[in-house]
């Protein structure tokens, strides 16, 4: 069975949140297909630090963030609008700034109106309107964050880090890193409104980067990269509560970690999350009351394991190691186990996403 899916790469120059100045090798944008866990680059496409993309599999468009301080002359970074076709040609649209310094996530709203695009450096959350067509408006919102937390080289001020829908409601919730919250918003149409009594505090330090939702909506999992927790809550009708936490890392594990990335395979058996610095991935077997029950942990292949995604099928893991310019390959077997069986050579990837053509 032939997938697709894209990669976002890191092109120039970065200033990361840890005080790093990242050298990017990659190219842009590559369009690849996926089968019998063999991958093929088909189509490349040059485009500035693409860290973060989405796909609306509808119109055939790519949403690409562009993780930079200043952008079309502008402070702030930006986001560009990409076309494809079925057989990987991909074509840029428009550009846009973000109004924001490093945007490193992008999601399409559930109702198709807008896109949420979380902006780490400046703590705050652009909203760009769409039209039926996946075309976006010029008119903008940009919301900004207020705050800091304990840590001080990493919390010294908000740090947007992601933008999660929630499954039942009009709610978008943004991972902080910065105030260590999700500060939720009401949206209607292609607007957003903060609403306070949504927003959930988390402990001083945690660092929340990212978060999913269980399949049955029930349940939410935040990944928290200064802490390397996982942590569970409990969701009923816009209401988190917070169950426990379990940790990434082995107890003897002395060195340097931050977590990145945490998926859930399409069953809603499995959870796994991404440490860098210890360079692997975590598996937990979701219980029936959502909680988190550890299976293994196993090197990722390379270093610094940036962003992965689990296939369709649920039948393999994709690992992007950032810093040594690969992508690993792993098959889930039946009870969570992971088996590396493939890896390529590329430049820099920090974003793997699946489609359906």
């Known amino acids: 069975m032939k997938q697709y899916f ?49 796909v609306d599999e509808i119109n055939k468009k790519i949403y690409a963030v562009n993780e930079m301080k200043e952008y079309l002359g502008k402070t702030g970074g930006g986001m560009t609008q990409l076309t494809y076709d079925e057989e990987g040609n991909m074509s840029i649209e428009g550009s846009w700034n973000t ?4 945007p490193c996530h992008i999601a399409i709203g559930p109702n198709g109106q807008f896109v949420a695009i979380a902006n780490y450096s400046s703590g705050s959350v652009t909203l760009y309107p ?3 067509k996946g075309n976006v408006k010029n008119d903008y919102q940009l919301s900004k964050h207020e705050g800091s937390s304990i840590y001080q080289s990493r919390q010294e001020s908000p740090h947007a880090h992601s933008c999660i829908f929630a499954p039942d409601q009009e709610l978008l919730y943004v991972a902080d890193l910065g105030i260590d919250k999700l500060v ?18 988390i402990p001083a330090g945690s660092g929340p980067r990212y978060g999913e939702f269980g399949k049955d909506g029930k349940h939410f999992y935040l990944i928290n990269e200064i802490s390397s927790q996982v942590m569970h809550f409990t969701y009923v009708a816009g209401k988190m509560e917070f169950q426990n936490a379990v940790n990434t890392l082995p107890p003897d594990f002395t060195g340097n970690n931050t977590c990145s990335d945490l998926h859930i395979t399409p069953d809603g058996k499995f959870l796994y999350a991404s440490n860098r610095g210890h360079d692997s991935l975590a598996c937990y077997q979701i219980e029936v009351d959502g ?7 196993q090197f990722c292949g390379g270093k610094t394991p940036r962003n ?17 310019d690969t992508i690993t390959v792993f098959e889930i077997k039946e009870n969570g186990h992971m088996n590396q069986v493939n890896q390529m050579n590329t430049g820099t990837p920090v974003c793997i996403r699946f489609f359906k053509l």
């Open 184 to 201: 939720a918003y009401r949206y209607e149409g292609s607007v957003a409104y903060s609403e306070d009594s949504a927003s959930v505090r």
């Open 99 to 102: 109004y924001g310094e490093d």
């Open 291 to 297: 909680n988190l029950t550890f299976v293994e942990r």
């Open 6 to 54: 894209v990669i976002g790469s890191y092109t120039e120059p970065i200033l990361f949140g840890t005080g790093e100045v990242f050298q990017g090798k990659g190219k842009g944008i590559s369009f690849c297909t996926f089968e019998d866990g063999k991958i093929e680059i088909k189509k490349e496409i040059a485009v500035k630090n693409p860290s973060f993309l989405c």
């Open 308 to 324: 992965f995604a689990i296939d369709p099928t649920g039948n393999y893991i994709l690992v992007g190691n950032q810093d040594s």
């Open 130 to 132: 769409m039209d039926e």
